[in-house]
Protein backbone atom coordinates (compact mmCIF):
# COMPACT_ATOMS: atom_id res chain seq x y z
CA UNK A 1 0.00 0.00 0.00
CA UNK A 2 1.36 3.34 -1.01
CA UNK A 3 1.01 6.19 1.37
CA UNK A 4 0.13 9.99 -0.07
CA UNK A 5 1.04 12.71 2.11
CA UNK A 6 -2.60 14.54 2.56
CA UNK A 7 -3.66 18.59 3.05
CA UNK A 8 -6.58 20.31 3.77
CA UNK A 9 -8.56 21.47 0.50
CA UNK A 10 -10.53 23.96 2.80
CA UNK A 11 -13.96 23.13 4.51
CA UNK A 12 -17.37 22.79 3.68
CA UNK A 13 -18.33 26.81 4.68
CA UNK A 14 -15.59 27.41 1.62
CA UNK A 15 -16.49 25.56 -0.64
CA UNK A 16 -20.68 24.43 -0.50
CA UNK A 17 -22.45 27.48 1.78
CA UNK A 18 -20.47 29.69 3.82
CA UNK A 19 -23.10 30.34 5.74
CA UNK A 20 -23.20 26.34 7.39
CA UNK A 21 -21.03 24.36 9.06
CA UNK A 22 -21.12 21.29 7.82
CA UNK A 23 -23.56 19.07 6.08
CA UNK A 24 -25.64 18.55 9.18
CA UNK A 25 -26.40 21.96 9.13
CA UNK A 26 -27.52 22.37 5.29
CA UNK A 27 -29.97 19.58 6.01
CA UNK A 28 -31.23 20.94 8.43
CA UNK A 29 -31.89 24.47 6.12
CA UNK A 30 -33.00 22.19 3.29
CA UNK A 31 -35.58 20.23 4.99
CA UNK A 32 -36.66 23.28 7.06
CA UNK A 33 -40.16 23.30 8.89
CA UNK A 34 -40.23 19.59 7.75
CA UNK A 35 -37.31 18.29 9.51
CA UNK A 36 -39.29 16.59 12.22
CA UNK A 37 -40.79 14.74 9.10
CA UNK A 38 -37.33 13.00 8.38
CA UNK A 39 -34.91 11.16 9.80
CA UNK A 40 -31.69 13.97 9.16
CA UNK A 41 -29.17 11.81 10.97
CA UNK A 42 -29.66 8.93 8.57
CA UNK A 43 -29.95 11.88 5.49
CA UNK A 44 -26.28 13.05 6.75
CA UNK A 45 -24.64 9.65 6.55
CA UNK A 46 -26.06 8.70 3.58
CA UNK A 47 -25.46 12.14 1.69
CA UNK A 48 -21.54 12.14 2.89
CA UNK A 49 -21.44 8.86 1.88
CA UNK A 50 -22.73 9.81 -1.73
CA UNK A 51 -20.14 12.83 -1.77
CA UNK A 52 -17.36 10.80 -0.69
CA UNK A 53 -17.95 8.03 -3.32
CA UNK A 54 -18.65 10.92 -5.86
CA UNK A 55 -15.59 12.64 -5.05
CA UNK A 56 -12.08 11.53 -6.46
CA UNK A 57 -10.57 7.82 -4.27
CA UNK A 58 -7.79 10.16 -2.72
CA UNK A 59 -10.12 12.62 -1.72
CA UNK A 60 -12.54 12.93 1.27
CA UNK A 61 -14.95 14.73 3.49
CA UNK A 62 -13.84 14.40 6.96
CA UNK A 63 -16.13 16.30 9.66
CA UNK A 64 -16.14 19.74 7.60
CA UNK A 65 -13.22 19.62 5.90
CA UNK A 66 -12.13 18.32 2.46
CA UNK A 67 -8.43 16.56 2.68
CA UNK A 68 -6.80 15.03 -0.33
CA UNK A 69 -3.21 14.68 -2.13
CA UNK A 70 -0.76 17.42 -1.07
CA UNK A 71 1.84 17.29 -4.15
CA UNK A 72 0.71 17.39 -7.60
CA UNK A 73 2.24 14.12 -8.57
CA UNK A 74 -0.43 12.14 -6.70
CA UNK A 75 -3.70 14.42 -7.82
CA UNK A 76 -5.42 12.98 -11.13
CA UNK A 77 -8.74 14.88 -11.75
CA UNK A 78 -9.01 12.80 -15.18
CA UNK A 79 -13.18 12.85 -15.28
CA UNK A 80 -13.75 15.08 -12.49
CA UNK A 81 -14.89 19.25 -12.84
CA UNK A 82 -11.74 21.70 -12.46
CA UNK A 83 -11.84 24.92 -11.83
CA UNK A 84 -10.88 27.13 -14.43
CA UNK A 85 -7.19 28.00 -14.81
CA UNK A 86 -6.07 31.72 -14.77
CA UNK A 87 -4.92 32.96 -17.90
CA UNK A 88 -1.31 32.80 -18.28
CA UNK A 89 -1.25 29.47 -16.30
CA UNK A 90 -2.03 26.84 -18.38
CA UNK A 91 1.36 25.23 -18.95
CA UNK A 92 1.90 25.35 -15.01
CA UNK A 93 -1.00 24.58 -13.15
CA UNK A 94 -3.78 22.07 -13.92
CA UNK A 95 -6.77 23.73 -12.17
CA UNK A 96 -7.83 22.78 -8.40
CA UNK A 97 -10.76 19.96 -8.22
CA UNK A 98 -14.03 21.86 -8.13
CA UNK A 99 -15.68 20.30 -4.88
CA UNK A 100 -18.56 22.36 -5.20
CA UNK A 101 -19.56 21.00 -8.77
CA UNK A 102 -19.17 17.54 -7.35
CA UNK A 103 -21.16 18.05 -4.34
CA UNK A 104 -23.91 19.24 -6.50
CA UNK A 105 -23.94 16.53 -8.51
CA UNK A 106 -24.77 13.93 -5.86
CA UNK A 107 -29.25 14.00 -5.54
CA UNK A 108 -29.96 14.97 -2.37
CA UNK A 109 -33.60 15.01 -2.49
CA UNK A 110 -33.32 11.18 -3.72
CA UNK A 111 -31.31 10.81 -0.46
CA UNK A 112 -33.91 12.82 1.69
CA UNK A 113 -36.94 10.86 0.17
CA UNK A 114 -35.28 7.25 1.55
CA UNK A 115 -35.36 8.55 5.37
CA UNK A 116 -38.91 10.32 4.75
CA UNK A 117 -41.31 9.09 7.63
CA UNK A 118 -44.59 9.31 8.15
CA UNK A 119 -46.97 9.38 11.40
CA UNK A 120 -50.45 6.93 11.41
CA UNK A 121 -52.30 9.61 9.63
CA UNK A 122 -50.23 9.94 6.66
CA UNK A 123 -49.94 5.99 6.51
CA UNK A 124 -53.80 5.73 6.54
CA UNK A 125 -54.06 8.31 4.15
CA UNK A 126 -51.72 6.99 1.93
CA UNK A 127 -53.39 3.30 1.72
CA UNK A 128 -56.75 5.23 1.39
CA UNK A 129 -58.81 4.54 4.64
CA UNK A 130 -60.91 7.19 5.87
CA UNK A 131 -63.17 7.88 8.57
CA UNK A 132 -62.79 6.81 12.73
CA UNK A 133 -61.21 3.73 12.31
CA UNK A 134 -58.66 4.51 9.56
CA UNK A 135 -55.80 5.04 11.80
CA UNK A 136 -56.48 1.18 13.42
CA UNK A 137 -56.87 -0.25 10.01
CA UNK A 138 -54.02 1.08 8.79
CA UNK A 139 -52.08 0.00 12.22
CA UNK A 140 -53.42 -3.70 11.43
CA UNK A 141 -52.19 -3.93 7.58
CA UNK A 142 -48.70 -2.00 8.60
CA UNK A 143 -48.83 -5.22 10.87
CA UNK A 144 -49.83 -7.84 8.36
CA UNK A 145 -47.36 -6.35 5.67
CA UNK A 146 -44.44 -6.55 8.79
CA UNK A 147 -43.72 -2.68 8.23
CA UNK A 148 -42.53 -1.44 11.50
CA UNK A 149 -41.88 1.70 13.37
CA UNK A 150 -38.31 3.41 12.08
CA UNK A 151 -39.01 6.03 15.34
CA UNK A 152 -41.13 7.32 17.86
CA UNK A 153 -41.07 10.68 18.66
CA UNK A 154 -43.00 12.40 21.23
CA UNK A 155 -46.70 13.74 20.99
CA UNK A 156 -46.47 17.64 20.66
CA UNK A 157 -49.41 17.96 23.14
CA UNK A 158 -49.52 14.86 25.27
CA UNK A 159 -45.99 13.53 25.00
CA UNK A 160 -46.89 10.24 24.46
CA UNK A 161 -44.97 8.45 22.08
CA UNK A 162 -46.13 8.08 18.44
CA UNK A 163 -44.70 5.95 16.07
CA UNK A 164 -42.91 6.96 12.77
CA UNK A 165 -42.94 4.91 9.42
CA UNK A 166 -40.41 5.07 6.58
CA UNK A 167 -42.47 6.84 4.08
CA UNK A 168 -40.78 4.44 1.20
CA UNK A 169 -40.75 1.51 3.14
CA UNK A 170 -45.08 1.82 3.31
CA UNK A 171 -45.35 2.55 -0.26
CA UNK A 172 -43.34 -0.51 -1.09
CA UNK A 173 -44.94 -2.70 1.33
CA UNK A 174 -48.44 -0.71 -0.14
CA UNK A 175 -47.80 -1.59 -3.39
CA UNK A 176 -47.34 -5.64 -2.74
CA UNK A 177 -50.62 -6.18 -1.31
CA UNK A 178 -53.71 -7.37 -3.87
CA UNK A 179 -55.22 -4.55 -5.66
CA UNK A 180 -58.67 -4.25 -7.05
CA UNK A 181 -58.87 -6.73 -9.81
CA UNK A 182 -56.34 -8.70 -8.79
CA UNK A 183 -56.77 -12.34 -8.44
CA UNK A 184 -54.58 -14.01 -5.98
CA UNK A 185 -55.68 -17.38 -5.96
CA UNK A 186 -54.74 -17.82 -9.37
CA UNK A 187 -51.73 -19.02 -11.00
CA UNK A 188 -50.07 -16.50 -13.40
CA UNK A 189 -50.25 -17.79 -16.92
Do not use: C
Amino acid sequence: MSYVTTTGYGTWGNHINNLSADPADDVRTALGEFADDYDTAAIEADWREAINAALPDNVTLTGDEFIGPAYDKDKDWTGYPVQDVPAGLEDEYEGDLDIKAIVEGVDFWEIAARHEQWGIGQVAEHLGYKGPSAEGSARKTLSRLGVKAAAYRPHPDSGRPQARYNAAEVQEAAKSRPGQGARTDRAEA
